[in-house]
């Protein structure tokens, strides 16, 4: 069974930062590319982060290039996302997801998702 | 602002069709680039209900069902049922922004 479970949510003071981390099981996690994506309360879903299977390859949101670093252990099968600067806008349910890897168009879909870990940016 | 833009609520009686529509533009949509479809309850992972326009995952019902025509896409529900009462969120590639994008959810309510 696809397992994903993030960790490492909570409350933060703007300007600070926090370490989100995604445990994968049930599959072979280093051969699939992975991806944060947030929901802020009451609001939609946004693609945050991408990675590929081997970590070469990486993409952001505008809104959060320069300040998260996305980054990849297949030896722990984690992902993890090092937020910096975080603004109150960052204030967000964050999902970790796994692409489709057998659709071959653009975008991937994203087959499994974690339950989410809620970041809280509040002074 | 979504990027791709979804009527905010939509809904029906047990049984009926409904239809949820994802209108975007000629750099995401109404380009070659796929749209995929979620359900969505708040407090789970969201889960993938159309992939390509019009595939089903194995499990999905095939009560649900995508179309996609030039700048716009729809998911389409037939014979709703109360456990379909979710958010929906449809998602694409914008060129403009080199990156995946979403629309802004419909909340689709079984009377």
């Known amino acids: 069974e696809v397992k994903l479970v993030e960790s490492g949510g909570g409350p933060v003071k703007p300007g600070g930062s926090l370490r989100l981390s995604c445990a994968a099981s049930?599959?072979?996690?280093?051969?699939?590319?992975m991806n944060w994506v947030r929901q802020v309360p009451g609001k939609g879903l946004e693609w945050v982060s991408s990675i590929s299977s081997s970590g070469s390859y990486i993409d952001y949101a505008d809104s959060v290039k320069g300040r998260f670093t996305i980054s990849r252990d297949n030896a722990k099968n984690s992902l993890y996302l090092q937020m910096n600067s975080l603004r109150a806008e960052d204030t967000a349910v964050y999902y970790c997801?796994?692409?489709?890897?057998?659709?071959?168009?653009?975008?991937?879909?994203?087959?499994?998702w974690g339950q989410g870990t809620l970041v809280t940016v509040s002074s | 602002q979504s990027v791709l833009t979804q009527p905010p609520s939509v809904s029906g009686a047990p049984g009926q069709r409904v239809t949820i529509s994802c209108t975007g533009s000629s750099s995401n949509v109404g380009a070659t680039y796929d749209v995929h479809w979620y359900q969505y309850l708040p407090g789970t992972a969201p889960k993938l209900l159309i992939y390509a326009n019009s595939n089903r995952p194995s499990g999905v019902p095939d009560r649900f069902s995508g179309s996609k025509s030039g700048t716009s896409a729809s998911l389409a529900i037939t014979g709703l049922q109360a456990e379909d009462e979710a958010d929906y969120y449809c998602q694409s590639y914008d060129s403009s922004l080199s990156g995946s994008v979403f629309g802004g959810g419909t909340k689709v309510t079984v009377l």
């Open positions: 049930g599959f072979t996690f280093r051969s699939y590319s």
């Open positions: 997801a796994r692409h489709f890897m057998a659709v071959a168009g653009t975008p991937r879909p994203f087959d499994y």
